[in-house]
């Protein structure tokens, strides 16, 4: 692990110049706000911006992707002990304005500005629904919860979040009202750098004449891996298919339990976590998403930019904005495995325009992202 970086004090940005801009997470685990951090921050440096990618902890998947900008090791394993270690940063590093990613980070980036004494410009951005995402908790943790949003959102100069839904879900547990939320959508990197092309070496998805169809995402509660499971099982019996699951996590014993129990141990790959699932977008006949519950849903949009047709459960929130409620993709009711199956099935008889969903992909760009997130930070002065 490298040493903790603590930045020298960053010039006086000049009008018109660069500015020094700090990005703020937890680390760099293989999550869908972790990839975002890294596409806006990209975004920003092409731009003409310098970049911090601010971490609690500099690990995970992700960590080698953030070579091109300043990583800033807090060494902090627990998150609370990261606010002292953010009041250095502040003091040491200067930047102009300061991007914190997820509750309760966003609470801890406004207490640390408020010691450090210093007045970088502060943006708090959300990524979940957070009642969804912190209901198993119980009735105390929903109350501090609710009380550190009340007291502490107000002093950011912008809340963000990335879906109308989770504006709608922060402001509600907030108290605050809902026109001082902003919504920016995700910033996603269809085609990233490295990454494999069309000509790049298919991976294996078992006999060549079954309907292939992924999923990508963490093995957790919120993504309901098993209901695509069983979903799959129902498909089966109607069409030769392959299942390809990416993502590794807290459920995988009980995610292969399902598939030996179904029968479906040769019809159903996990094929881990993929630093680079291009060539497993690239093959696939079917994206699906079975999730109870999304910030956002980037893997939507990836799979929509590779061309694929979409199945997603309408869950709270991301994925009907994403799909145009329907437009771009088929939505089917949370946790119902006879109506994801029915919607596979349909979809894959029917998959609709290929060109029209890689258009729709296009306006989740970083570059579009990257403006919407400057212009708030640094809004032009009224006349």
Not at 105 to 115: D, E, G
Not at 157 to 179: H, I, M, Q
Not at 297 to 320: I, K, M, Q, R
Request: aromatic share 8%.
């Amino acid at each position: 692990m490298p040493e903790s970086q603590l930045l020298p004090a960053a010039p006086v940005t000049k009008p018109g110049s660069g500015r020094h801009l700090a990005l703020f997470l937890p680390s760099l685990g293989g999550g869908g706000a972790e990839r975002v951090a890294l596409d806006l921050a990209g975004a920003l440096v092409d731009r003409g911006h310098e970049v911090d990618i601010v971490l609690a902890w500099a690990s995970g998947d992700l960590i080698d992707e953030a070579h091109p900008f300043t990583v800033v090791d807090l060494k902090t394993r627990r998150l609370v002990q990261t606010l002292p270690a953010l009041v250095r940063y502040f003091r040491d590093a200067r930047p102009d304005a300061l991007v914190a990613f997820m509750w309760p980070l966003t609470i801890y980036a406004v207490l640390a500005r408020l010691m450090s004494g210093t007045r970088p410009r502060l943006m708090l951005t959300d990524h979940i629904t957070l009642s969804n995402a912190y209901a198993c908790r119980g009735p105390v943790h929903r109350m501090v919860m609710r009380a550190s949003l009340w007291l502490g959102y107000p002093w950011a100069d912008s809340r963000v979040a990335v879906s109308s839904g989770v504006a709608d879900d922060t402001a509600r547990l907030s108290g605050l009202a809902r026109d001082r939320f902003d919504v920016i959508y995700n910033p996603i990197s269809v085609h990233r750098p490295g990454a494999a092309d069309e000509t790049a070496p298919r991976p294996d998805w078992g006999p060549a004449d079954r309907s292939r169809i992924l999923s990508v995402g963490s093995f957790k509660p919120q993504k309901n891996p098993l209901l695509l499971i069983r979903a799959f099982a129902r498909l089966v019996r109607q069409r030769d298919a392959h299942l390809v699951l990416l993502g590794q996590g807290p459920m995988q014993a009980e995610i292969e339990a399902l598939i030996a129990s179904e029968g479906l141990t040769d019809r159903v790959t996990l094929a881990g976590f993929q630093a680079d699932p291009a060539p497993w977008y690239q093959s696939a006949d079917l994206f699906v998403l079975s999730s109870d519950y999304e910030g956002f849903g980037n893997v939507v949009v990836e799979a929509l930019g590779h061309g694929l047709p979409v199945v997603s459960t309408d869950c709270p929130s991301g994925p009907a904005e994403i799909l145009d409620h329907g437009r771009f993709g088929t939505l089917c009711p949370c946790g119902d495995a006879e109506a994801l199956a029915a919607a596979m099935i349909s979809t894959l008889d029917a998959p609709g325009d290929r060109e029209s969903r890689i258009r729709r992909a296009g306006d989740f760009t970083p570059a579009i992202a990257a403006a919407r997130y400057l212009d708030l930070l640094f809004p032009e002065p009224r006349a």
